[in-house]
């Protein structure tokens, strides 16, 4: 009983059960002990969750469009010759006789487009090609036939198309270059790709043409098809990426720790949800907290004047009482952002009570040499 005592009123201790150096040991061992000073600590401001909180917070995180690149206004460069393309050329003349053979004789040639844009012809001689459609290229033809046939005619056929190629990488089921058959579409090349391996809300998409780029969700895509479900051209490069938003919730939940978005807006009640919901044998359900640095602009319409230390962002906790019918209606809108602390603080009543059982336990520890040393019947 003594040796229990003993190590009881020692926290060093080595007979106790350990993972490592108790505090302690981490204090008395530090070369220089630079303590929390309370003049540091920072300020924040205690806002609570009411419909006009969530609603100047919901106005203010609406979405917002960006913008779409003027390089990717406007139809694409399907249908247009490239470098590294082989045509296939039919001539024919009107002549008996003729340089390509003669009436109703077609004289037949595939060329490939030089690295230059370029293709050379008998008698039509060298002329560009790169960005013009078949029938363009046709004409080029005729016209360079002139006074060197008679009524020439020419007939363009893209064999080979190896320019209007979109690359396709990242995060779908295959990647690598897809050929273009068509107008095809963001949408389009990506399920031609396979589709994408994550949900929508959680892919980015970023396109690539040139020197120009746009980047948005891939749920911003099939939201708003009419900006950004953009023609695609010869040349493009499609990245696909994962970019999971996550919160962290903390205290009396159900399930603490770090928590992934299950969709995009996350309100209140989703992050809840997320979490499990509060723990019923814990939980304070006034004390629920939401910490986050806001801009000085939301925290103005809040009404919270900007401290000194203040220059962007100002450190706001969010209060939400759920014992309060009206915050069912609240939480259901207040937008959570990615980065978000949530926090339930325990009930009183429950910190009383994991008191009184921490006491029991160890009255019962204390209890049982009492019992091993007591008097039993020795056979006499």
């Known amino acids: 009983m003594a040796t229990f005592a003993l190590c009881l009123a020692m926290p060093g201790c080595e007979l106790l059960p350990s993972d490592g150096p108790s505090a302690n040991n981490v204090v008395g061992n530090a070369a220089v002990n630079k303590k929390a000073d309370p003049k540091a600590v920072m300020r924040f401001a205690l806002v609570g969750i009411d ?70 012809l008998p008698y039509a001689g060298r002329f560009r090609v790169a960005g013009k459609s078949p029938s363009q290229i046709e004409d080029d033809i005729v016209a360079g036939l002139k006074d ?54 959680e892919t980015m ?26 023609p695609l051209a010869a040349g493009d490069a499609l990245l696909l990426t994962r970019a999971q938003q996550k919160f962290l919730a903390f205290g009396a939940i159900a399930k603490p720790g770090e928590q992934i978005f299950s969709k995009t807006p996350l309100n209140l009640s989703d992050a809840l949800g997320v979490a499990f919901g509060l723990d019923a044998q ?16 939301l925290a103005a319409r809040y009404g919270v004047p900007p401290l000194p230390e203040d220059q ?4 706001i906790v969010y209060q939400l009482n759920l014992r309060d019918p009206k915050s069912f209606f609240a939480m259901n809108r207040f937008p959570v952002r990615p980065g ?39 056979g006499q």
């Open 312 to 315: 962007v962002t100002v450190p």
């Open 205 to 230: 998409v970023r396109l690539t043409r040139r020197r120009s780029t746009m980047a948005v969700s891939l749920q911003d895509v099939i939201d708003r098809p009419e900006n950004y479900n953009v």
């Open 51 to 120: 419909a006009r909180v969530t609603q100047d917070a919901e106005q203010f995180y609406q979405p917002v469009p960006p913008p779409v690149p003027r390089e990717f206004e406007g139809q694409g460069s399907f249908g247009r010759v490239g470098v590294g393309d082989v045509l296939k050329v039919t001539i024919w003349e009107a002549a008996e006789t003729g340089v390509f053979g003669g009436r109703g004789k077609g004289a037949e040639m595939a060329v490939r487009v030089e690295s230059n844009g370029t293709i050379g």
């Open 282 to 297: 814990r939980s304070d359900a006034m004390a629920v907290y939401l910490f986050r640095r806001e801009p000085i602009d």
């Open 340 to 378: 978000d602390i949530l926090y339930v603080s325990t009930a009183p009543l429950a910190e009383a009570a994991r008191f009184f059982q921490i006491l029991s336990g160890a009255t019962a520890t204390v209890a049982i040499p009492r019992t091993l040393g007591g008097n039993y019947p020795t």
């Open 148 to 201: 060197k046939a008679v009524q020439p005619q020419a007939t363009v056929i893209v064999a080979d198309n190896v320019s209007s190629i979109v690359s396709v990488q990242g995060d779908v089921a295959k990647s690598g270059p897809q050929p273009m058959a068509k107008n095809e579409r963001v949408l389009d090349m990506i399920a031609m790709a396979g589709g994408a391996k994550y949900p929508p809300f």
